[in-house]
């Protein structure tokens, strides 16, 4: 006797793996033809089409399954700090560079940039989230960086690539640029002021000159970007300053980063986010002395914005997975879907997953036209305003979803667990609810 002949299997619903992000989603469609972004259909399109694919989900599914370790030492004992990751995380950081969506804010001046970027962060986050990590911080160092036309003139290509280059060499080698962002310390991450690592000038010092930092940074992700930029109190004023640190010196050599250890996270499980020392590190000041905070911040605003999308890209995922479960399910003779409660479950999560889909789109909008007063003013209230309400939405939303699915939700099988234990990350990184509520006041 075989296992299966005790009883047919039937009942039972896939889960969607096989579907187009944008043409089964006119919400968003509607929000690229408000902004004229049409120029950019055809790539999103196709970009949609291959991320809703079995093949893109699977490498979803690897990347968290496998997460990064750190490597610390080679065979003979060498200090190596390597951070190893499965294949699907490059693929997938591969398959996002493609559409050239970590410079298309910057690198071009055609209206729709934002919404038509906006779209391809949202479809991307819809099948994984991890990867938006370093494709975030890189987007949003592009407008800090710019303005330093000496190290602009390094790194600009490699910024706006369209490739992807997992290696671990020196900058002047590498054909594609990934950058993060040091701020969190032991002490306080909220409060940046508190910040104890040390910047010291190697030379005149000023802006564009080099320093040697000393101290630490507790939460430290993607450790193995080319470069971080870094919050540090610069010696002997004690103003605060803010710092390329490359992860390779122009030397040649390994930068002075000590990658202590991974932390073993909730979610986020691709992404490696670690803890750093600075052992004498060497940086390049960017912007003034004494202007470090509102620097690293101006990047937080493009970051806080990436948080709003990418939850908007969970619920959107959650939700359509309670869709197609609940139309083909049976219960009490019926589809799940036709049942009066259960519809009141799934009208509520479209209609919050389009509410926060739309308030994330029209975010980056305002981003696009910050030179206009009005649209300026909205951006700075409404970044911080919709960084709290949609993240933490998300939250109880994706759970909400998964009971949809039943026990099915619960398994591991499903995306759903992986997507709640994603989920409260962007509440909490980028500043969390309450300095949100501050921000806005
Ligand atoms: C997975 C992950 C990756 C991360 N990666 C990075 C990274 O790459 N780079 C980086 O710099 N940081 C990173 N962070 C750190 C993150 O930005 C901080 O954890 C976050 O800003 C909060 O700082 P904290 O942990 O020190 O908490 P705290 O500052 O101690 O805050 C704790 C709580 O108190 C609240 N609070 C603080 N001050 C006030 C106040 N005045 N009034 C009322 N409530 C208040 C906060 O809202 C929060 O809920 C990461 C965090 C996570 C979880």
Not at 393 to 409: D, F, H, S, T, W
Request: aromatic content about 8%.
């Amino acid at each position: 006797m075989h296992l299966w002949d005790t009883h047919d299997i039937h009942n039972q619903v896939d889960e969607l793996r096989d579907y187009h992000l944008l043409q089964s989603d006119p919400a968003l469609q509607d929000a690229l033809r408000r902004v004229g972004a049409q120029a950019w259909w055809p790539q999103l399109d196709a970009y949609a089409q291959t991320l809703g694919q079995p093949a893109t989900w699977a490498l979803a599914e690897q990347a968290n399954r496998h997460g990064p370790q750190l490597q610390r030492f080679d065979a003979r004992g060498r200090l190596d700090e390597r951070v190893d990751f499965h294949p699907a995380w490059h693929g997938l950081l591969a398959l996002y560079r493609q559409q050239g969506l970590v410079g298309l804010p910057f690198d071009t001046a055609q209206p729709g940039r934002f919404s038509a970027w906006a779209a391809g962060f949202y479809l991307h986050g819809q099948v994984e989230q991890g990867t938006l990590c370093p494709a975030t911080m890189t987007t949003a160092a592009i407008p800090l960086l710019r303005r330093e036309p000496a190290l602009w003139a390094q790194v600009q290509a490699g910024l706006f690539s369209r490739s992807h280059d997992p290696r671990d060499v020196p900058l002047a080698e590498k054909t594609a640029l990934w950058v993060g962002m040091g701020m969190t310390e032991k002490q306080g991450g909220s409060d940046v002021r508190a910040n104890t690592t040390t910047a010291t000038p190697l030379g005149t010092g000023g802006r564009g000159g080099a320093y040697r930092l000393r101290g630490h940074k507790w939460f430290f992700s993607a450790p193995t970007s080319d470069a971080h930029l870094v919050v540090a109190r610069v010696a002997p004023d004690d103003g605060i300053g803010c710092f390329w640190v490359p992860r390779w010196r122009p030397d040649g050599t390994r930068n002075a980063i000590r990658i202590l250890q991974l932390k073993d996270k909730l979610g986020n499980r691709s992404n490696a986010s670690s803890e750093v020392e600075f052992q004498d590190a060497w940086g390049l000041l960017i912007g003034e002395v004494g202007r470090g905070i509102p620097t690293i911040l101006e990047m937080a605003s493009q970051t806080r914005l990436n948080c709003v999308l990418g939850s908007a890209a969970m619920l959107r995922t959650a939700t359509v997975q309670a869709l197609a479960y609940a139309r083909q399910r049976q219960a009490f003779g019926q589809s799940l879907a036709t049942h009066g409660l259960m519809r009141s479950v799934l009208v509520d999560l479209a209609l919050e997953s389009e509410a926060a889909m739309t308030l994330g789109m029209r975010l980056a909008q305002a981003f696009e036209h910050d030179a206009q007063p009005l649209e300026r003013s909205w951006k700075r209230i409404l970044t911080p305003a919709a960084k709290f309400w949609v993240c933490k939405r998300a939250i109880p939303c994706v759970a909400e979803a998964m009971e949809v699915l039943g026990g099915n939700g619960y398994v591991e099988t499903s995306v759903m667990p992986r997507l709640l234990r994603e989920a409260p990350v962007n509440s909490i990184w980028e500043g969390a609810g309450n300095i949100m509520c501050l921000d806005v006041l």
